[in-house]
């Protein structure tokens, strides 16, 4: 068992993220350019002019196409639980469009996922997550994007607590999918469109990696999602951050699959899997 110490144990996954938030590289704004213009090729097509926009897990804002965003929709509510990050973030969305912009503070598991992380770290049986059940500040909206927050929930706490990786693994299968669920079904409670971007597969050097990055994207660029979601399904990654996992339970239905690929980091590719959905009830 790691040993506990106050500075470690206060707040371990908002603390988790806002340091790997910090650690953001000088030319990741540059490198992750396809990831922007792959989204905005996503939402420019189903966003209406003078939408109310939230993105959740906005963060420095590196894979937004803000200023796009901020030109197309009346607001754009930018939320994290790093209010660093976000003003950063405001900041891409260009001097003009700004005043359109609002960040907002806010932890969406409302302390679950630091309660989980702490029991795992005293060897007690985490509790299953209580996450408020309410929609996200300043709900209702549009369109909200849950933005690549899922994997990071819970994962980095436990990391930065310094676990050992077969205890990791089994927080995480224990859970894990129950808090992500509990995100998605927050999200989907503070508006009618929901576009969740998860990353279920990476790809780095060493890395045992079953899936093929390529054959994914050429499966779906070649319409056939089925095959695509097949093949993501034969790799190794975190499936308990999935956020479709949720779907069925929830009643909610997905609209649209895309995939495209994150340039993470020097030799380091992510998948994004982006689900746009509809379902459960607003409040
Ligand atoms: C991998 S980053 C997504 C990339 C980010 N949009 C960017 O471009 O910098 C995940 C983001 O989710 C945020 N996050 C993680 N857990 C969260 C939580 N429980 N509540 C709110 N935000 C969270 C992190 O602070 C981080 O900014």
Known sequence: MATITSTTTEKPAPRANQARNARAEIDRHRRWAPARAALWGLLDRQLPAGARVAVLGAGNGDDLPLRQLAGRASSLTLIDLD??????????????????????????TGGAAD???????????????????????????DLVVGDLLYSQLLYPALLDLGLEEARREAVLQRRGLALTGAVVARLHASAPLVLHLHDPLAWWPGHDQP????????????????AAL??????????ESDPRAAFAELGIDPITTAFWRWPFAAGVDYLVCATLATGSELP
């Open 83 to 108: 209010r660093q990050a976000l003003r950063a973030a405001r900041r891409r969305a260009g001097w003009r469009r700004r005043r359109r912009v609002r960040v907002v503070e806010h932890e969406v």
């Open 115 to 141: 309660r989980i992380a702490m029991a795992a770290l005293a060897g007690e049986e985490p509790s299953p997550p209580l996450v408020p059940e309410g929609p996200l500040p300043g709900a209702p909206y």
């Open 211 to 226: 899936a093929d990055l390529g054959s994914i994207l050429r499966l779906a660029d070649g319409g056939d999602v089925a």
């Open 230 to 239: 097949a093949e993501v399904d034969r790799g190794a990654g975190p499936w």
